[in-house]
């Protein structure tokens, strides 16, 4: 009987990651479903299609994308209704398959959180789902423009003193890959939604993705194929 053939593997090196959290390393689909289907319902909208613009985007940008006509003020008293909701409902929030041992593992490493979230959600998600929060996170306060503008993640490299091509975006959404892609940085798809958009790599979870530091302060990121 003839062995199995290793599985392919693609190697990247990076000296800081940055992560998204919801669909990437947390995840609330759960959640996201419930209160963004119980939107559109309020608002007269096809929830399928209100579910195909939601991932990656701060609320009041969803909103503005599928209401460009509504009144932005409207827009963001509903976006902090809507977080204060979120934020109250952890059921079904868990972390993304391999994320506590991804998460382990960039312990001592330079990385941080870019999230659309606002800080009081992603604390709430991140405890739910059990996972470390990282010391340097850029949450929607931080920034006055929603992925898919790069603020974000240009922020993120800045807080911990690297330059945009020297960081790995991890991104599960339309919006957040693109983001990535605007901040000049490599970025690894997570999840289903991912693959669709072209990442520089995709990966179904985090268990395809081996982190191994290097004497020289890079990380090297090893992605295994299934």
Known sequence: MQANAPAATTTLTARALLLDMDGTIVNSDAVVERCWRGWAAEQGLDGDAVMKVVHGRQGYATMAVLLPDRPMEQNHADNRRMLAAETADVDGVVPVGGAP????????????????????????????????????????ESVGASKPDPEGFLKGAAALGFEPADCIVFED?????????????????????????????????????RVEPSADGTITLRVVAR
């Open 173 to 209: 959404s339309e919006a957040g890959i693109a983001a990535g892609r605007a901040a000049g940085m490599r970025v690894v798809g997570v999840g289903p939604r991912a693959a669709a958009h072209a990442p520089d790599v995709a990966v179904a979870d985090l268990t395809q993705i």
């Open 101 to 140: 041992a991804f998460m382990a593992a960039l312990a001592a490493l330079p990385h941080a959180l870019v999230t659309s979230a606002d800080r009081a959600l992603a604390e709430a998600r991140m405890g739910a789902a059990d996972l470390p929060m990282p010391e340097v996170r850029v949450t929607a």
